[in-house]
Structures are given as C-alpha cells and as structure tokens.
C-alpha cells in the first residue's frame, strides 16, 4: 500500500547532519562531501529511489562506516534520532510491503544501507516493515531485466483504481 512521504526534508537533514559534525573527529569529512550527498539525495528524491536510476557511489565505500554510524548509533537531540524516532512512531496495523495483519517493528531501507550507505538515514528511503517482509528483502534490488525487487512505499502505486468486484449472494450455491 502507498504511504505518505514523511514530513521529515531528506536535503533538511543532509544540512542538519553535516552542521551537527562541525565540532567533531568527522567535520572535515562531511565537510567535504556536503555538497555531493545532498545532490545526490536530490538524485533520489527525483528518481523516485528507484535503483535503476539511482547510482551507488563508490568513492565513498572506505568512510561507509561513517554514514551508517548515522544509523545505528544516533546521539540523543541529534536530527538523525529525531528523524528515525518519528518514522518509528506510526500507526500502520498491517505491514505495507505484504499486507501481513500488525504492526511492522523495524524500517527497511528502500535502496540498501550496505550498497547506498549515503541513505542510511534519508526519511525518504526509510519505511516500516515487517521482520519477513525485511529477511526476504535483505539488500535486494532486483536487477538490469527487472530493477525493482519491491514497490517504493512512497512513490510506486500499485493499483490506482478497483479492477475487480466479487458480490455473493443467496443461495450460495
């Protein structure tokens, strides 16, 4: 099912994170990639995350651990924690993925953390999941034939209008 896009700005904060790093062992890195990550943010926001379009960025593969830092380890009162706190803060009762009855208890990453370290924490990448919906996603993207592995919570509508209706009626025969 569709989800509305968080309310959080993906380029909001790429800015929020970079300024919060000025005082840190990491400002002269993020310092030096503010540029490129936001435009590259803007990229997926854009492409509609879709990993046919979307490309990875390899230079940045030795400092993966710096983005996804970002995600499993936000300070408390830093944009990040506040960000991811509020995208674990929904009221879905069915997982958007599958449709499986309850309440998804984790976010997945759309593009995954391991190949996109760069949206580890981007609201528009992030969204609740089921914990088999995300198992059998694992860091799936799909491939050239067929990039896309799942819909994008966000973006992709699967079916915009009823295309079948089924009405039972007595005698049930």
Same mark, same amino acid.
């Given at each position: 099912?569709?989800?509305?896009?968080?309310?959080?700005?993906?380029?909001?904060?790429?800015?929020?994170?970079?300024?919060?790093?000025?005082?840190?062992? +990491?400002?002269?890195?993020?310092?030096?990639?503010?540029?490129?990550?936001?435009?590259?943010?803007?990229?997926?926001?854009?492409?509609?995350?879709?990993?046919?379009?979307?490309?990875?960025?390899?230079? @940045?593969?030795?400092?993966?651990?710096?983005?996804? +830092?970002?995600?499993?380890?936000?300070?408390?009162?830093?944009?990040?924690? +506040?960000?991811?706190?509020?995208?674990?803060?929904?009221?879905?009762?069915?997982?958007?993925?599958?449709?499986?009855?309850?309440?998804?208890?984790?976010?997945?990453?759309?593009?995954?953390?391991?190949?996109?370290?760069?949206?580890?924490?981007?609201?528009?990448?992030?969204?609740?999941?089921?914990?088999?919906?995300? @198992?059998?996603?694992?860091?799936?993207?799909?491939?050239?034939?067929?990039?896309?592995?799942?819909?994008?919570?966000?973006?992709?509508?699967?079916?915009?209008?009823?295309?079948?209706?089924?009405?039972?009626?007595?005698?049930?025969?």
């Amino acid at each position: 099912m569709p989800l509305p896009v968080p309310a959080a700005c993906s380029l909001q904060l790429v800015d929020d994170l970079v300024a919060e790093r000025q005082s840190g062992k +990491n400002k002269l890195f993020f310092n030096g990639i503010a540029a490129e990550w936001r435009r590259r943010v803007q990229t997926y926001l854009d492409e509609r995350g879709s990993p046919a379009t979307v490309p990875t960025w390899p230079l @940045i593969g030795p400092d993966k651990k710096k983005f996804l +830092n970002l995600y499993a380890s936000p300070a408390d009162g830093t944009a990040q924690k +506040n960000v991811l706190a509020a995208l674990r803060d929904h009221t879905l009762t069915i997982c958007p993925a599958c449709g499986e009855a309850g309440r998804p208890n984790t976010l997945d990453h759309y593009l995954p953390k391991d190949v996109y370290p760069h949206f580890c924490v981007t609201p528009h990448n992030l969204f609740p999941m089921c914990d088999a919906c995300q @198992i059998e996603k694992g860091s799936k993207t799909g491939d050239v034939a067929d990039p896309r592995f799942f819909l994008h919570p966000y973006y992709d509508i699967f079916i915009g209008q009823q295309v079948l209706g089924l009405s039972i009626h007595a005698p049930y025969v």
